[in-house]
């Protein structure tokens, strides 16, 4: 005779043959989601007249970018300046026409360099950061092994932080139900990675050695914000505090005046003392 108390064992999911989206599914983003690329509205953006046009928002892979611009403007670097267009995707702004015209994946950030005889779009974060950098010749190390450091930290970003966000955030803060297998798989690998900062910054002041460089701007704004600002409100079940390293490091990086300035641009959420919705100068900041 089977115990009645005995908990059923969970229904295991059977794919189709065929996938077809069910735009009722995929949580808190539902209503943007979607399996198409492409313009879903005709939306023409604003242009300033800096030489530097970024269309964008105060995600982390956002906040890189505007972190490197004013880096480059504390430098002296006034050929650097820039208009910071709010991109609200919670709305779906990026799938407007124009937006789509400049990043054709429809993610933020995407940048239109207009200082050019011919404008020049860029998007995806990593590459805005090399375009720049090689641009004003600043915090992009010359010498071949050091260039190669600091390329293999950028990539190693660029791979690693969707299992940070669209795998662990999605699934422990954005996904409809929570499930233990999805969860415990990707909170594994987020503390893997979080292990590989750690180490490395055990040695080093920063990323690459004793240089900041865009790899810190890169790797920062995901991994300082697990580490010091509870991103996905997973910090005490993640233990962030015991990778010590990393949380010297990015407390380290919050002291530097262009970061400050820099997680505030296109920032629409949290004190409103820390947002800025909209940058064009410098003296949007006083």
Known sequence: M???????????????RVWTWDS??????????????????????????????????????????????????ELGHTEAEYDAWLINIGDAAQFGSDFVAINPNSKIPALMDRSTSTPIRIFESGAILIYLAEKFGEFYPEAPSERAECLSWLMWQMGSAP??????????????????YPIDRYAMEVKRQLDVLNQNLA???????????????????????????????????LDVASYEHVVRWARELEERPAVKRGRMVNRAWGEESGQLLERHSAADFD
């Open 24 to 73: 009722e599914n995929g949580g808190r983003f539902s209503h943007i989601n979607r399996p198409t690329a492409g313009a879903q509205k005709e939306v023409e953006l604003p242009v300033g007249e800096q030489p530097h046009q970024l269309y964008s928002l105060a995600t982390p892979n956002g906040v890189k970018v505007t972190i490197l611009f004013e880096e480059l403007l």
């Open 2 to 16: 089977s115990d009645s108390t005995t908990a059923p064992e969970p229904a295991t999911y059977k794919p189709p």
């Open 203 to 237: 040695e080093r002041q920063y990323i690459c050695g004793d240089t900041y460089n865009i790899a810190d701007m890169a790797i920062y704004p995901w991994y300082g914000a697990v580490v010091l600002h509870n991103i996905y409100e997973a910090a005490e079940f």
């Open 163 to 180: 299992f940070l966000g669209g795998g662990f955030g999605h699934f422990y803060a954005y996904a409809p139900e929570k499930f233990q």
